[in-house]
């Protein structure tokens, strides 16, 4: 029976001001939530991240000593204004 090892993927990224090795960690989402906001205008405004990619930066913490991580996110944005804020 083989057993195979995935080689872990690294680039180098800037982190700081500064180019610093860093690991593409494989993930899998818990689940994506929506975070919605009232404003004041009466408008509603839903929120998503979609996680497409997380680093984590190699020989890099923390102040509580966890490792640093950089992940690369779009949002996604729902709006639904009140009648009166609309474009006629």
Do not use: C
């Amino acid at each position: 029976m083989e057993t195979s090892t995935k080689m872990p993927t690294r680039r180098t990224v800037n982190f700081q001001g500064q180019q610093v090795e860093a690991e593409v960690i494989e993930f899998e989402p818990d689940r994506e939530q929506w975070s919605t906001y009232i404003l004041s205008d009466g408008t509603s405004i839903k929120i998503k991240p979609v996680v497409a990619e997380i680093l984590r930066v190699n020989g890099q913490f923390g102040p509580n000593g966890d490792p640093i991580y950089m992940v690369q996110a779009q949002q996604i944005l729902h709006v639904s204004a009140p009648d009166n804020l609309r474009k006629q």
